[in-house]
């Protein structure tokens, strides 16, 4: 093994100081540089692990921004999740169990992320993966799955058949929509393009509507009178949702997980928290990991890997790049529709 490995190095620290008008990327340099790092040695309980594939999530886009609930490191590695080789361990049985496998895994906290060619994860949370799960699956496996799986449980415990989600066409809400349809849920996603309607509908969207259409409000009252959804499990957190959630009706939750969008939304009928029930939360999955008991959380890994390997859930990929190309064409795949991109460092 060589000294140093190639990495997408962290150029800022902390917290952005200022909200950005538009949070998606618009190039690498101001908060990523391609660049040589040494290549990091597992603690105990820890391992090394050779990336094949990295994600590239939302989380990792405003992070790199600094703009995600959790402080960059400057000169470290950026990226959060990935698959990969385990190729030395720090001593421990768990990790020392895991050499020579195939993990999914999350970057350990202040270790070298995902974006290099080697990164450091705690063995306890490493996947080890069946050969069924392609590589692409398995860079994704943990973020989005059981963050699916944990949001469909709030869905299951409410009670209501129907739930309402946003950004309906979203890797995320694609997993969600197809387990959710196979327990006769019914899904009513939103989206802002035509095109994304048939394909979520062939999925097991129960409806579709898109929000850019000129009768959006007459097609959603009429949807949520008959279907009555309680949860409305929201990424995007603008105007749009904040109607969404007024027009829902008594008890409704109004999840939100994710800010994909910067506009601030204005709560249209504040009384409705006090007179009809209806509440605001959010979703982490950083503290659903923190807070569900060990065994709920195997269930959830073991389901989201059988998924995978069964064919019930695909990743779409738009593109894999090289980090080299990252940092050039990076901005341009992720603007991209309907698929994710990965790296391979
Ligand atoms: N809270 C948590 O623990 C947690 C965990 C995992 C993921 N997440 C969040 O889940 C969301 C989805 O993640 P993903 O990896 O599945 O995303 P993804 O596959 O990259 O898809 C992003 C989707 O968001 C839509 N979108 C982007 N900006 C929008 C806007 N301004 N208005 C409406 N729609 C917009 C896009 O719509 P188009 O198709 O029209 O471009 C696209 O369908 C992200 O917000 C992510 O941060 C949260």
């Not at 490995?5 to 190039?27: S, V």
């Not at 009768?215 to 009429?222: E, G, I, K, M, V």
């Amino acid at each position: 093994m060589p000294d140093t490995m190639k990495a997408l190095i962290l150029q800022g620290d902390g917290y952005a100081t200022e909200r950005p008008e538009d949070t998606a990327l618009a190039a690498m340099e101001p908060f990523v540089q391609l660049g040589q790092l040494a290549v990091p040695e597992p603690g105990e309980d820890q391992v090394r692990v050779r990336v094949a594939l990295a994600s590239v999530n939302p989380s990792d886009e405003m992070f790199i921004q600094g703009l995600y609930g959790q402080p960059r490191i400057r000169g470290n590695a950026a990226g959060f999740e990935g698959v990969g080789m385990v190729v030395a361990s720090g001593g421990g049985p768990v990790a020392d169990g895991l050499l020579g496998r195939r993990v999914a895994f999350v970057a350990a906290a202040g270790a070298p992320g995902t974006w290099s060619e080697c990164s450091i994860a705690d063995a306890a949370l490493c996947i080890p993966l069946i050969d069924d799960v392609r590589d692409e699956d398995g860079a994704g496996m943990i973020v989005n799955p059981l963050t699916a799986l944990a949001m469909f449980d709030i869905v299951k415990k409410d009670g209501a058949k129907a739930f309402v989600l946003s950004a309906g066409a979203s890797q995320l809400s694609k997993l969600l929509i197809g387990a959710a349809a196979e327990e006769d849920y019914r899904p009513i996603a939103i989206v802002r393009r035509d095109s994304q309607v048939g394909p979520l509908e062939s999925l097991g969207a129960a409806h579709v509507l898109n929000s850019e259409a000129d009768d959006f409000d007459r097609q959603l009252s009429a949807v949520l009178r008959e279907e009555k959804p309680r949860v409305f499990l929201d990424a995007v957190a603008n105007q749009v949702s904040a109607s969404v959630f007024t027009a829902m009706g008594r008890r409704a939750r109004w999840v939100i997980y994710g800010k994909l969008d910067t506009e601030a939304p204005t709560l249209l009928e504040p009384g409705q928290l006090i007179f009809m029930m209806k509440q605001i939360e959010g979703f982490w999955l950083v503290r659903w990991m923190q807070e569900t008991a060990a065994a709920d959380k195997r269930a959830a890994i073991e389901a989201a890997q059988s998924r995978f390997a069964s064919g019930a859930w695909r990743t779409d990929v738009t593109a894999v790049l090289s980090l080299e190309e990252a940092m050039t064409h990076l901005p341009a795949e992720l603007a991209k529709p309907n698929g994710k991109v990965f790296l391979k460092p």
